[in-house]
């Protein structure tokens, strides 16, 4: 078992940063793939960046691109998600997740733990 609690959500002003953490417990933290997903009110769970293990390969779905930085540190057990040049419509409840695999993992019925959220609103 995984256990993943984000934090670092927040209120912030278009244009502005944030930075969301995901702590990971119970299991060997780097042996599993990370990502990050959000919600919005009304909207599907859209898959917005995963990392793979060891942290060589990455991806970001196309609105976040340039904006967007996923990073872990193994030794930490931590995944962030830095984001920057934030808009309204990045406004939702963010999740991190884990899957059981090395590689990347790009779709979210492969992620097998997941965290509780931490809302971002960004106001226009």
């Known amino acids: 078992q995984v256990q993943l609690v984000e934090s670092g959500g927040g209120l912030v002003q278009a244009g502005g940063s944030l930075k969301l953490s995901c702590a990971a417990s119970?299991?060997?933290?780097?042996?599993?793939?990370m990502g990050w997903f959000r919600q919005a009110p009304g909207k599907e769970r859209e898959f917005v960046a995963a990392i793979s293990w060891s942290a060589r390969s990455t991806w970001y779905t196309d609105s976040v691109k340039g904006r967007f930085t996923i990073s872990r540190d193994n030794a930490k057990n931590t995944v962030n998600l830095q984001m920057n040049s934030l808009k309204p419509e990045d406004t939702a409840v963010y999740y991190c997740a884990a899957a059981r695999s090395h590689g990347l993992v790009l779709t979210r019925d492969g992620y097998d733990y997941w965290g509780q959220g931490t809302q971002v609103t960004v106001s226009s």
């Open positions: 119970g299991r060997t933290f780097s042996g599993y793939a």
